[in-house]
C-alpha cells in the first residue's frame, strides 16, 4: 500500500487497484451492463487467497478480503445500479480461467467478499438475498464472475 501525506501532515492510505492484466481489460465500464429487469456486473476472476482452503496468515486474509470488497464497491457505483429493498435472487455464473476442477461451494465462499461489497455499495442488507443461483460458465481468458441481481 502506499502513504500519501493529507494536508494536515497526517498519513493517509492510497488504495491501489491490481494492474488492468488481472481485470482483463483497461476501462471499467467493460464491466458493467445493463439488462431489462436485471442488473449486470461482472467482476475478473476471484483471489486466491480468498480462498476457504487456503491457509494464509490472518493480516494477509483481512487485505485480500478489504482489496476485494472495494473493488466490488468501485464497480457497483460506476454500474449506478438502483434496487429497491425487496427479497432479491443472486445469479452468480463463475467463467474459469482454465479447466481445473473447482467446486461451486468453495467459488461461493471465495465471493463472500465480493458479494459483501456489493450490498455495501448499494447501502442493503445482504439479508434481502431470497435466492442465490451458481452456475458454471464457460472458459474465458483470464476468468471473470458474473453477477445477476434481479428482484424475486
Not at 486466491?48 to 493480516?59: A, E, F, M, W
Not at 470488497?69 to 429497491?84: H, N, P
Not at 467459488?107 to 443461483?133: H, P, S
Amino acid at each position: 500500500m502506499g502513504r500519501l501525506l493529507s494536508r494536515r501532515g497526517r498519513k493517509r492510505r492510497v488504495l491501489y487497484f491490481p494492474p488492468h492484466h488481472l481485470f482483463g481489460c483497461i476501462d471499467k465500464s467493460l464491466f458493467v451492463t445493463f439488462g431489462g429487469d436485471m442488473e449486470i456486473i461482472t467482476f475478473p476472476w476471484l483471489d486466491s487467497r480468498l480462498s476457504p482452503n487456503k491457509r494464509i496468515d490472518r493480516r494477509a486474509l483481512i487485505g485480500a478480503k478489504r482489496d476485494a470488497k472495494l473493488l466490488a464497491m468501485s464497480l457497483t457505483w460506476d454500474s449506478k445500479i438502483a434496487v429497491i429493498e425487496t427479497d432479491l435472487q443472486l445469479k452468480i455464473t463463475f467463467c474459469p480461467p482454465d479447466k481445473r476442477r473447482l467446486d461451486l461451494d468453495n467459488l461461493y465462499a471465495t465471493f463472500k467478499a465480493y458479494q459483501d461489497g456489493i450490498f455495501e455499495a448499494l447501502a442493503l442488507d445482504d439479508c434481502l438475498i431470497d435466492r442465490v443461483i451458481l452456475q458454471r460458465g464457460e472458459l474465458v481468458k483470464n476468468g471473470c464472475v458474473i453477477v445477476e441481481l434481479k428482484e424475486a
